[in-house]
């Protein structure tokens, strides 16, 4: 299909065939971080180092007026997130918007402050999926992970009402030196709480896993051997459990094509309402960044400054602007190829080609085969 076919705001004229199209198609998923609030403190948040306060945040009714402006865009699924999404009082108002409007519902949760009522409620609402993240099985390392007490049987306890409420559960855990361990325990513990769905996530290097890669990034060895893990019960689990593993950056000789691609397929609004291609992207410097407080989704999605910066082909340099992969990976990661090489326009350093990939690996092989520092927890500044 042409792509740009598949935006439902017919503001555009069709691309030329003959022509690599650089126009946008409909976004598929919006990621709506509805708050930066969250009980936990883990060292490998995607939250931005300076987040936020509360008082800041959007209102319920502009969350609802950008749900309704997302449906009409073409967007299909909805992912609550945050912080912790279930601290806002009028998630569920939220919600029901969203249900009402015809999006797919899913709500990326840690568990620790939801109850049954709360999660009856949201389902009785309309609300389609429910991702819970652990830290680890062993109660002692998730909390000191988290730095939250008791939390992994609250989370055991979420898990249980989600299957007794009828609702499909994904498991996420994001690994690393302290839990990769432990995966074939997590991959046990999916499998009990009835999960549909694990996410083994190893961790991206950016915000405060950045801070922290020193304290969190495994051997090569533990990476390798996580692999072969996750491929056996892939294997042994066909039909019970599907598998969606995020590779480590540091030890692939590809990137991913991180955010599906620049603009391409994912919005992420924050707590403020800033409309960005990819969670990390405040990191670069000189990004215009546009604000659904002051503009219709459906502009900046289309022709806003952030979105087109490294959408399609044409901003890249060599070697990505001639490789056969370009528009399999689209370069890989913007923020990774900022932190690494100080241009987000290069090559993700995690791709073979690049000219600093040799630094990045050795990093990650130094830093990993010495004794772990403490964490440096995330933090919120209070407002
Ligand atoms: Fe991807 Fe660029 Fe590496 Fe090619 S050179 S594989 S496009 S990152
Ligand atoms: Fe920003 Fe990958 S995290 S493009």
């Given at each position: 299909?042409?792509?740009?076919?598949?935006?439902?705001?017919?503001?555009?004229?069709a691309?030329?065939?003959?022509?690599v199209?650089?126009?946008?198609?409909?976004?598929?998923?919006?990621?709506?971080?509805?708050?930066?609030?969250?009980?936990?403190?883990?060292?490998?948040?995607?939250?931005?180092?300076?987040?936020?306060?509360?008082?800041?945040?959007?209102?319920?009714?502009?969350?609802?007026?950008?749900?309704?402006?997302?449906?009409?865009?073409?967007?299909?699924?909805?992912?609550?997130?945050?912080?912790?999404?279930?601290?806002?009082?009028?998630?569920?108002?939220?919600?029901?918007?969203?249900?009402?409007?015809g999006?797919?519902?899913?709500?990326?949760?840690s568990?620790?402050t939801?109850?049954?009522?709360?999660?009856?409620?949201?389902?009785?609402?309309?609300?389609?999926?429910?991702?819970?993240?652990?830290?680890?099985?062993?109660?002692?390392?998730?909390e000191?992970?988290?730095?939250?007490?008791?939390?992994?049987?609250?989370?055991?306890?979420?898990?249980?009402?989600?299957?007794?409420?009828?609702?499909?559960?994904?498991?996420?855990?994001v690994?690393?030196?302290?839990?990769?361990?432990?995966?074939?325990?997590?991959?046990d513990?999916?499998?009990?709480?009835?999960?549909?769905?694990?996410?083994?996530?190893?961790?991206?290097?950016?915000?405060?896993?950045?801070?922290?890669?020193a304290?969190?990034i495994?051997?090569?060895?533990?990476?390798?051997?996580?692999?072969?893990?996750?491929?056996?019960?892939?294997?042994?689990?066909?039909?019970?459990?599907?598998?969606?593993?995020?590779?480590?950056?540091?030890?692939?000789?590809?990137?991913?094509?991180?955010?599906?691609?620049?603009?391409?397929?994912?919005?992420?609004?924050?707590?403020?309402?800033?409309?960005?291609?990819?969670?990390?992207?405040?990191?670069?410097?000189?990004?215009?960044?546009?604000?659904?407080?002051?503009?219709?989704?459906?502009?900046?999605?289309?022709?806003?400054?952030?979105?087109?910066?490294?959408?399609?082909?044409?901003?890249?340099?060599?070697?990505?602007?001639?490789?056969?992969?370009?528009?399999?990976?689209?370069g890989?990661?913007?923020?990774?190829?900022?932190?690494?090489?100080?241009?987000?326009?290069?090559?993700?350093?995690?791709?073979?080609?690049?000219?600093?990939?040799?630094?990045?690996?050795?990093?990650?092989?130094?830093?990993?085969?010495?004794?772990?520092?403490?964490?440096?927890?995330?933090?919120?500044?209070?407002?």
């Open positions: 299909m042409d792509d740009a076919a598949n935006v439902r705001t017919g503001t555009e004229a691309c030329d065939p003959a022509e199209c650089e126009r946008p198609r409909a976004p598929i998923g919006l990621l709506a971080e509805l708050t930066y609030r969250c009980p936990l403190q883990c060292p490998y948040c995607s939250n931005p180092l300076e987040m936020s306060g509360v008082r800041e945040e959007l209102s319920t009714s502009e969350w609802q007026d950008v749900l309704k402006q997302a449906a009409d865009l073409g967007v299909l699924q909805l992912h609550l997130s945050g912080g912790e999404p279930c601290v806002r009082q009028d998630l569920e108002l939220i919600l029901g918007t969203a249900v009402k409007v999006l797919y519902t899913n709500l990326i949760t568990g620790v939801l109850s049954r009522d709360r999660l009856m409620q949201m389902a009785d609402i309309g609300l389609d999926h429910v991702q819970l993240s652990i830290q680890d099985v062993d109660e002692r390392n998730a000191f992970i988290s730095a939250y007490k008791g939390g992994f049987e609250k989370k055991r306890q979420v898990a249980r009402w989600v299957k007794e409420l009828g609702l499909p559960l994904t498991i996420n855990v690994v690393h030196r302290h839990n990769i361990e432990n995966l074939p325990a997590l991959i513990f999916a499998v009990e709480m009835g999960a549909g769905r694990i996410e083994v996530a190893n961790v991206q290097y950016y915000a405060w896993a950045l801070k922290n890669r304290a969190l495994p051997t090569r060895a533990q990476f390798m051997r996580s692999l072969e893990i996750a491929k056996e019960a892939q294997q042994r689990l066909k039909g019970i459990l599907l598998f969606d593993v995020v590779a480590h950056d540091h030890y692939a000789v590809r990137p991913k094509p991180c955010m599906s691609g620049w603009g391409r397929s994912l919005i992420d609004i924050t707590p403020t309402g800033k409309v960005l291609p990819c969670h990390a992207c405040e990191t670069i410097p000189g990004l215009e960044i546009d604000n659904v407080r002051q503009k219709p989704l459906a502009e900046i999605w289309l022709n806003g400054p952030a979105f087109q910066k490294f959408r399609g082909t044409s901003w890249m340099k060599e070697p990505c602007r001639s490789c056969e992969r370009r528009e399999i990976d689209w890989g990661c913007r923020c990774q190829a900022l932190a690494f090489t100080g241009d987000p326009a290069n090559a993700d350093p995690a791709c073979e080609l690049s000219a600093w990939h040799k630094d990045f690996v050795t990093i990650a092989e130094r830093e990993a085969a010495a004794p772990s520092p403490p964490f440096i927890y995330r933090r919120i500044r209070q407002a």
